[in-house]
């Protein structure tokens, strides 16, 4: 399957989103209301879905549909809402479900 | 009915005993799988973390435009690892495909003995032997039903 996808990174963590779930992406403190008590470099970025955004250190918008690999059932979802994998250089980067990232992240802030 | 189906399932299991088998070490443990399953050997890979992963899942790797979940089978069976893993053995099942650690691969043999458990529930419930094959006392993995029972969260 393929989607057009986010690639992002906070907390130290690479991951990527798909772009259909955002609604946009904005910068700057002040749209970190719903973002819990994250603390990055001072340049974050937000995702923004549903009126609620995820911050995030740094936002790399994939200009082709990328192909996104399936997960096995064997590995469950995990803790980071695990939906894909993309393949990106060499490297497996989780892609995730927005929704429950700022759920995850909500809960443990 | 059910005596049949545990014939058959015996008859089965018979059956796929004299077909060959990979045999490789999992640490200090002598492994068999079905060379029906075993699709490929290939060296360990540096793997991705999955957090939130269970502890037997050593990471994934992308192969062939497929992501494939290693299972560290030490760990698996809640043994200290012994030894370090230099290879992944490959199983392609009909419900998709897992790694399994390896640290030494014997080759196919034909592996002989008598059915039996090594327990009625749990992942040893997947597990059968000891079982002879030319390596020495190998346990034998029901692939098929091992893949059901971690995607099942069976842990």
């Known amino acids: 399957m393929k989607a057009h996808v986010v690639k992002c990174r906070a907390d130290g963590i690479e991951f990527a989103v798909e772009a259909s779930q955002i609604s946009s992406i904005s910068a700057g403190q002040p749209h970190f209301a719903y973002a819990g008590s994250h603390r990055g470099s001072g340049d974050e970025k937000a995702l923004w879905s549903e009126e609620r955004a995820l911050a995030v250190d740094s936002v790399e918008v994939l200009a082709d549909a990328q192909e996104l690999l399936a997960v096995s059932p064997i590995l469950g979802r995990g803790s980071l809402a695990l939906i894909a994998f993309l393949e990106w250089h060499g490297d497996l980067i989780p892609v995730v479900s927005v929704r429950e990232m700022i759920q995850w992240r909500t809960a443990r802030d | 009915v059910h005596a049949l189906a545990v014939k058959c399932a015996q008859n089965a299991f018979v059956t796929e005993l004299t077909h060959g088998h990979l045999v490789f070490a999992s640490g200090a443990t002598l492994v068999a799988v079905s060379a029906q399953y075993a699709a490929e050997i290939v060296a360990l890979p540096i793997v991705t973390r999955v957090p939130g992963a269970a502890a037997h899942?050593?990471?994934v790797f992308a192969h062939r435009g497929e992501v494939i979940p290693v299972v560290a089978f030490e760990r698996l069976l809640g043994l200290a690892s012994s030894s370090t893993s230099s290879r992944v053995v490959l199983?392609?099942?009909?419900?998709?495909?897992?790694?399994?650690?390896?640290?030494?691969?014997?080759?196919?043999?034909?592996i002989d003995g008598t059915m039996q458990r090594l327990s009625e529930s749990g992942v040893k419930s997947y597990l059968y032997g000891p079982l002879k094959a030319d390596a020495g006392e190998v346990l034998h993995i029901d692939a098929p039903g091992l893949f059901d029972y971690l995607a099942g969260g069976g842990l």
């Open chain 2, 57 to 59: 899942i050593e990471g």
């Open chain 2, 91 to 110: 199983l392609r099942l009909k419900q998709g495909s897992m790694g399994i650690t390896a640290s030494k691969v014997f080759g196919i043999s034909r």
